[in-house]
C-alpha cells in the first residue's frame, strides 16, 4: 500500500483520499480503479490517493483507513466509486469507516457524494467523460443514444440515472433512452430496438461504467447484435472523472 509514502502527516498537508470501488472478480475491474488513483494524483500533486474494495480485491476501506491511522493520519476522504446513491453508499460504505474507527479512534473520515448526480444535479465533468467515450466510439456520430447503466432495484437510484440520460439528451441533441444489465428492464438490446423501430438510423450506446467487466461485455455483445453502430468504454481514468473526484472531495475536506 505504498506504506513509505503514509508516514506521518505534516501539519497543513492535504488528507490522504481513500477510492472505494464495487470490486469484481475481472481483474481489469482492479486496474481501472488504480488507473483513476493514479490520474487523481496526477491531476493534484501532493495528493496522496489509495485505491480500495468493497469485495473481491484487496485491500478493503476499512484496512486502508487503519494503515492510514497507524502512519499517523488523523483526517482521510473517502471517496465511493459509485454512480448511483443505491445500498452500497448507503450500507456497505458506512460499515466500513465504522469498522475501521473501531480501533481508530482517532481518524477523522468524511465520505464525499457518488459520482453519479448529487442532490439531482448532473456534474459537467460526468457528462464531459460521457461524451468523450462515446466520441472515441463513434467518430462517424448517431441519431439516437442509449445509456447503458449497471442496473438496481433502487428507485431513487435509477431515477439519478434517468437525469443523465435527460441531461445527455439535452446536451448533444438526441433522443437518449436508459437500459440496465441488471435488476430492472429495459435491457440494452430492446432499448436499442426500441430507437430502431422509432426511426433512429444510427444508435449508440453510453456505457455507464466506471470500470471494464461482465456487464460492459454483455452490454457490447447485445447492443451488437440489436444493431447498435458502437458502444463506449467505460469511463475509467478519463480526465474529466478524475477532475470530478476531486470536486467531491474539495467539497467536504479540510487541510
Same mark, same amino acid.
Given at each position: 500500500?505504498?506504506?513509505?509514502?503514509?508516514?506521518?502527516?505534516?501539519?497543513?498537508?492535504?488528507?490522504?483520499?481513500?477510492?472505494?470501488?464495487?470490486?469484481?472478480?475481472?481483474?481489469?475491474?482492479?486496474?481501472?480503479?488504480?488507473?483513476?488513483?493514479?490520474?487523481?494524483?496526477?491531476?493534484?500533486?501532493?495528493?496522496?490517493?489509495?485505491?480500495?474494495? +468493497?469485495?473481491?480485491?484487496?485491500?478493503?476501506?476499512?484496512?486502508?483507513?487503519?494503515?492510514?491511522?497507524?502512519?499517523?493520519?488523523?483526517?482521510?476522504?473517502?471517496?465511493?466509486? +459509485?454512480?448511483?446513491?443505491?445500498?452500497?453508499?448507503?450500507?456497505?460504505?458506512?460499515?466500513?469507516?465504522?469498522?475501521?474507527?473501531?480501533?481508530?479512534?482517532?481518524?477523522?473520515?468524511?465520505?464525499?457524494?457518488?459520482?453519479?448526480?448529487?442532490?439531482?444535479?448532473?456534474?459537467?465533468?460526468?457528462?464531459?467523460?460521457?461524451?468523450?467515450?462515446?466520441?472515441?466510439?463513434?467518430?462517424?456520430?448517431?441519431?439516437?443514444?442509449? +445509456?447503458?447503466?449497471?442496473?438496481?432495484?433502487?428507485?431513487?437510484?435509477?431515477?439519478?440515472?434517468?437525469?443523465?440520460?435527460?441531461?445527455?439528451?439535452?446536451?448533444?441533441?438526441?433522443?437518449?433512452?436508459?437500459?440496465?444489465?441488471?435488476?430492472?428492464?429495459?435491457?440494452?438490446?430492446?432499448?436499442?430496438?426500441?430507437?430502431?423501430?422509432?426511426?433512429?438510423?444510427?444508435?449508440?450506446?453510453?456505457?455507464?461504467?466506471?470500470?471494464?467487466?461482465?456487464?460492459?461485455?454483455?452490454?457490447?455483445?447485445?447492443?451488437?447484435?440489436?444493431?447498435?453502430?458502437?458502444?463506449?468504454?467505460?469511463?475509467?481514468?478519463?480526465?474529466?472523472?478524475?477532475?470530478?473526484?476531486?470536486?467531491?472531495?474539495?467539497?467536504?475536506?479540510?487541510?
Amino acid at each position: 500500500m505504498r506504506a513509505a509514502r503514509l508516514t506521518g502527516a505534516a501539519p497543513g498537508t492535504l488528507s490522504p483520499v481513500v477510492l472505494v470501488a464495487h470490486g469484481s472478480r475481472d481483474p481489469r475491474a482492479a486496474e481501472a480503479t488504480r488507473d483513476l488513483a493514479r490520474a487523481v494524483e496526477a491531476a493534484q500533486p501532493g495528493t496522496v490517493v489509495l485505491p480500495s474494495w +468493497l469485495d473481491h480485491t484487496a485491500p478493503d476501506p476499512t484496512a486502508v483507513l487503519r494503515t492510514l491511522a497507524a502512519a499517523g493520519h488523523t483526517r482521510a476522504v473517502l471517496v465511493p466509486l +459509485l454512480l448511483t446513491a443505491a445500498y452500497h453508499r448507503r450500507v456497505d460504505i458506512p460499515a466500513a469507516v465504522a469498522a475501521a474507527r473501531e480501533t481508530a479512534t482517532e481518524l477523522g473520515v468524511r465520505v464525499t457524494d457518488v459520482l453519479g448526480p448529487a442532490d439531482g444535479t448532473v456534474d459537467a465533468r460526468l457528462l464531459a467523460g460521457l461524451r468523450r467515450r462515446l466520441a472515441e466510439a463513434t467518430p462517424d456520430g448517431f441519431d439516437a443514444l442509449v +445509456l447503458a447503466a449497471a442496473g438496481t432495484r433502487d428507485a431513487r437510484a435509477r431515477g439519478s440515472v434517468g437525469r443523465v440520460a435527460a441531461a445527455l439528451a439535452a446536451d448533444l441533441r438526441v433522443p437518449c433512452t436508459v437500459s440496465y444489465a441488471s435488476a430492472a428492464p429495459p435491457t440494452v438490446d430492446v432499448a436499442v430496438a426500441r430507437l430502431r423501430a422509432a426511426g433512429a438510423r444510427r444508435v449508440a450506446v453510453a456505457a455507464y461504467f466506471l470500470a471494464p467487466g461482465l456487464f460492459h461485455d454483455g452490454v457490447v455483445q447485445a447492443a451488437g447484435e440489436a444493431g447498435a453502430v458502437a458502444v463506449s468504454a467505460p469511463l475509467t481514468d478519463a480526465p474529466e472523472l478524475a477532475e470530478l473526484v476531486l470536486r467531491r472531495v474539495d467539497a467536504v475536506r479540510r487541510p
